[in-house]
Every structure is written in C-alpha cells, then in structure tokens.
C-alpha cells in the first residue's frame, strides 16, 4: 500500500533525470541493465577509477521503476599534486530496473568499494547484485522485513500498524525476569515500599 | 602463530558474530560495538591467530535512523534539519552541501549574496576545524595521551560557541537556507571570531608539541594502517585519508563552491599512506582552514545581505509581517506548504572534514525531495579498513579506525 505521505509523481515528470539539461559537472549516460557492466568496464578501462556512490531512486509509478546511479571519478591511481589532478571527470551513469525481479549484475570484482553500496541497495530498495560476494542485509537486522526506500513501504498510519514487527520489538521476546517487567523491578517496589512505611514510622515518632 | 603460508581462500565464508568458535589457530572476536576505542557503535569481527588478525568484517547499522527516508517525507526546507544530524561533528558541512544542491535545482545559485556564500565557508572551515579537535582528542585517547583531549576541546568549545551566537544553537544549528542564511552574523560575533584567530596558533603550537615528535605516538603509528595510493581510489577513499597516501584531491580545489577558488590554500598531502601522515596531514589541514577563516575575516567588514530577494523561496523578516499583507501571505505559505522545487537531479559534492560528502537530490517539482541519497564519506573510509586490518596486530586497529575518522551518524544514517 502506498504510504500516505509520497506524493504521486503521475501527472509531473515521471523521469525527472531526463526533462532538464545536466545541472552539475558529471556527464550523464543511461544505459540498459544488460549493457551495465560492459559500460562500467569501459569507463574504468577509460580512467574512471573511483566508484565514488551507488544510490537508488524509487520511481514507483515509471516503468522501469528504479533507478540506480553509479557516481564515477576520474583520479590518478598514484601521487598526483592538485595541478595534475586539475578538474577529473565525473559520469554518472543511471540504468533503469524492473520493479518485478529486480537484478542488476555486482561490480565487486571491479571496484571493492561496491560491496558496502550494493548491500545498502539491497537492503534498502531490494535490488539484487548477482555475483556479490556476500549480499546481505547492511543497515537493517537480517530479519527485517520490506525495503523502507521503497516508496510504497509503509510510514506510518494503518499499513504501518499492520506491517508486522521483527521479532526483537515483539514483547513476548523478551525473557522473563527481564527489568524493568520482571524480579528485579517487583524487588525493587518492595524496597521502595519498605522505604516510605520506615519514613512514615520514623515522621510519626 | 601463522606462518603466514597459508593463503586465505578466494572467497571466505562470511565470518558471524554469533559464532565465537576456535577453528585451528584461529580464534574469531567481537569487538565492538560498546567498545570505547570503536568511535561510536561500530562491531568489528576479528578472526586472530595469537595477536595477528588474520581477517575482519565489520557490521554497521547500529545507528541507522532512516534520515534518508525521513527527509523525503519532509518539506525541502525541514529536511535539511534532518541531512544536519548525519554528521554530527561538522553539521554545518552537511547543510551547506545540500543547501547548494537545491540550490542549484532551483536555479539560484548565481544570485545567493557574497556576504552569505562567505559566511558560509566561515562556518564550514569552523566546523572542519572542530571536527579534527574530535578526532584529534579522541584519537589522542585511544593512544594513551589524554590531555590532548582537552587541549583540543577547548578550540572546539570556542568554535561551538560561534555556532551558538550565530545561529542559536550548539550542535545543529540549522544557520544556512535555501537561498542564504538564517539572519546576519550578531552583534559580539565578529569579537569573538577575532579572539579565537588571535590564540589558535599558540593552541596549535601546543597540540603539535604534545603530539608531532611524541616517540610513543609515533610508534604506534608509523607505518601501521597503509593504504596506497592505488588502493585508496579503488577503495573509494576521499579526504585527508586519500591526500596521506599522495593524491591531493580537494574538492575545494577541484570543484569549488561557494566561492573557495577567491581563497588562497595549500592542500596538505603526505605520501606515505600511513596512520600518521593521516595524523599529519589533518593538523596541516587545521592549520590551513584558519588560513581560509583569516581571508574570510576580511571580507566580513563589508556589510550586505545575507539571503536573496525572493518571497517565493524565502520567508519574509518576522518584523515586516504585521506591517504587509502580501509578507503575511508568503511568510504563511512557506511555512505551511515549504517551497516548490523544479523536477530535475543533481549530484553535489562539497570537502567535508571527512572526504568528498555527496548529495544526489532528485526533485519531481513537488514541496518535499522525491529522494535525498547521500554520498557519505565515513562509510567508504571506513570500508577500507577490511584492506589494512589483516596481517597487523589488534593493538593496532585501534590506530586505524582513528585514523579514518568515521562518524557513525554518516556510516548508519
């Protein structure tokens, strides 16, 4: 269910990548999933040496529903002084992902600094990185349910209510004899009890 | 012991911190994430043979609040309450990076005010100044040398100070705008800018004469944690952990913002790749951000605005709005409905204390961000430490993970 807070982009631009000229200093490319990698090769084999981000865009409503950007940077792979390095070039390339089996292909093998990104993505949006070399969950415990990126998890009012809960949050968890519920809060009432009768007996006397 | 013979197999199983199992030699242990030397909530699993670790994994998200999802739920102008408590040591930085970034989807950027843009880079020179004392302080501790922590609190303070004088509040002051900042620089302000220019140096002496030839220090960090200069960029590292290893990437210098390319500075750069060029080169970058502060200071005796002339971005003063109706209108409608954004996205990029912070900000022309994914320097800092931590001793990933930086309200957001 949608959360009620995302407003609905049917209607204003469904691609709000593509309807204004680039803004920054990257060049954009958009490419299909199938060429991603062959792409990415490209830039890197060209000078792209850092992978500086990998983000995600939920568009809900587009077709293909996501989006994911790899931010590239062109630096030197040894010391460089700031005049050698002038202004690098930054791509961005953007490639769009079905919402249904999404799956795009890991660029660990190419760049080690993908692994965190990737795992943030699939944790957060859902994506799959085949070929990762250990994709699991980042942010979230492993037993979190749903994407929260995703612009349909719910945020808050009935679906959220509904949304079930990871086990660590469910009270019925939590052991018995646990503070504040448990022995040691009943000993402490008692204490605590103990305590103010003294007090009242000593004030009387 | 290892021999150091064995090779680690080409994709080793996933080490678990619920497993504390001896397997061979080796032993797996958790450290983290209350350990006081982790900077915040960081879980480090270590596989060690004696006192050599032979692997580590780290886990994160102890601190993840969603602030990427809560800023897209949230008007343009309120989310950048929320992008500020990501990097809680320099969130001035994290403001600025974002403000320019919407500022440039709105199509603004040329017109915001000199006096602002030089305010602005006031503040985030303040701030990366206040964030190397955290780093230098704690650091300092988790090598043994305590009183540094005080020396380095005490410009902290000062800075916290004009943090609070200028925008109402220590920590989060939420002093820039879309369009400039939240008011002028007050009364007092520039007196108290002048005391803290006047007695940084001699502060800067004594930290340097605590630290810099410190024999314990200096072994303990020299030659611990290299990362070369290859290494560096294809582990994604940015900031003064990239220029200790030889690669003076600045984005001041290489994309500036704001105005930096009117200021004159040196980018300081090592390149021995080690935990203490990182220490050296974060002290010349002290140093140098109060170059930038001084030439700042000048510029400030000019008066002028401080925001653009636009009741459609920015609310009016409080003072004219029981005097016009239209002031009332627009003070009402961008506190109710927050300002429209043209569609669009936009990638910005800024040197925070850390690295290069980015924002890639996507806009659909409505009055909250469709998203706000950040780029955080920490994270990918603090990846790199899988590279150098095996092979060295446990004692000295203490080192290391100083040496980085990382500020977990940025790795977790």
């Known amino acids: 269910m949608p959360s009620s807070q995302a407003p609905s982009i049917a209607g204003n631009a469904l691609d709000p990548t593509a309807v204004r000229p680039p803004l920054d200093d990257a060049e954009i490319v958009r490419v299909e999933p199938g060429e991603l990698r062959a792409k990415l090769t490209a830039l890197r084999a060209e000078g792209c040496s850092m992978l500086l981000d990998i983000g995600g865009v939920d568009y809900l409503e587009r077709e293909p529903r996501f989006d994911v950007v790899y931010h590239l940077l062109a630096l030197p792979l040894k010391a460089a002084s700031v005049a050698e390095i002038g202004r690098p070039r930054r791509v961005r390339v953007l490639v769009g992902v079905p919402g249904k089996d999404a799956t795009l292909t890991s660029v660990v093998d190419l760049w080690p600094s993908a692994n965190w990104a990737e795992r943030e993505i699939y944790d957060l949006f859902g994506i799959v990185f085949s070929g990762h070399p250990n994709l699991k969950r980042i942010q979230l415990p492993d037993d979190w349910e749903g994407h929260p990126l995703r612009k349909d998890y719910p945020l808050r009012g009935p679906a959220r209510e509904a949304t079930p809960r990871p086990p660590f949050a469910l009270k019925s968890n939590v052991p018995a004899g646990t503070p504040p519920s448990g022995k040691v809060a009943a000993a402490l009432q008692r204490q605590i009890a103990r305590a103010r009768g003294q007090e009242k007996d000593g004030g009387a006397a | ?413």
């Open chain 2, 1 to 413: 012991m290892s021999t150091g013979t064995e090779a680690p197999s080409a994709t080793p199983a996933p080490l678990s911190a619920e497993v504390v199992a001896r397997s061979g030699n080796t032993m797996i242990v958790s450290m983290g994430p209350q350990h006081p030397s982790t900077h915040g909530v960081l879980q480090v699993v270590i596989e060690v043979s004696g006192e050599i670790i032979e692997r580590a994994e780290m886990e994160i998200g102890y601190l993840h609040t969603g602030i990427e999802k809560s800023a897209e739920n949230l008007f343009w102008t309120q989310a950048q309450t929320v992008v500020e408590r990501m990097d809680y040591l320099s969130p001035l930085g994290n403001a600025l990076c974002y403000v320019l970034g919407a500022e440039k989807l709105l199509g603004i950027t040329e017109r915001i005010p000199e006096r602002a843009q030089a305010i602005r880079v006031l503040f985030a020179e303040l701030t990366r100044i206040a964030s190397h004392c955290v780093w230098l302080g704690t650091g300092g501790i988790d090598l043994g040398a305590i009183s540094t922590f005080f020396y380095a609190f005490d410009i902290r303070e000062d800075i916290l100070d004009l943090q609070e004088v200028a925008g109402g509040a220590r920590m989060h002051p939420n002093y820039f705008r879309i369009g400039g900042l939240n008011g002028d620089l007050p009364a007092g302000f520039l007196a108290k800018l002048d005391a803290l220019i006047a007695k940084f140096p001699q502060r800067m002496r004594e930290l340097r004469a605590l630290l810099q030839n410190n024999p314990i220090l200096r072994d303990r960090m020299i030659g611990v944690g290299v990362v070369s200069a290859e290494d560096a960029v294809r582990w994604n590292v940015t900031g003064p952990s990239l220029r200790a290893s030889g690669i003076a990437y600045d984005v001041r210098r290489a994309f500036p913002y704001s105005g930096y390319e009117k200021y004159e500075f040196n980018v300081a750069t090592r390149t021995e790749g080690d935990a203490y060029a990182r220490f050296l080169v974060r002290l010349e970058e002290m140093d140098e951000a109060m170059r930038i502060i001084a030439q700042v200071r000048k510029e400030l005796e000019r008066p002028g605005p401080v925001l653009i002339d636009d009741p459609k971005l920015v609310a009016p003063p409080k003072e004219t709005i029981a005097l016009s109706m239209e002031a009332l209108i627009h003070h009402f409608k961008i506190v109710s409905e927050g300002i429209r954004v043209p569609p669009g996205d936009v990638y910005q990029a800024i040197e925070s204390p850390r690295g290069e912070l980015g924002y890639y900000l996507v806009s659909n022309g409505d009055n909250r961000p469709w998203r706000v994914r950040t780029r955080p320097p920490s994270l990918y800092n603090l990846q790199a430490l899988e590279l150098i931590a095996s092979g060295s001793l446990i004692a000295d990933l203490v080192v290391m993970i100083g040496s980085l930086d990382p500020v977990f309200g940025e790795v977790d957001r």
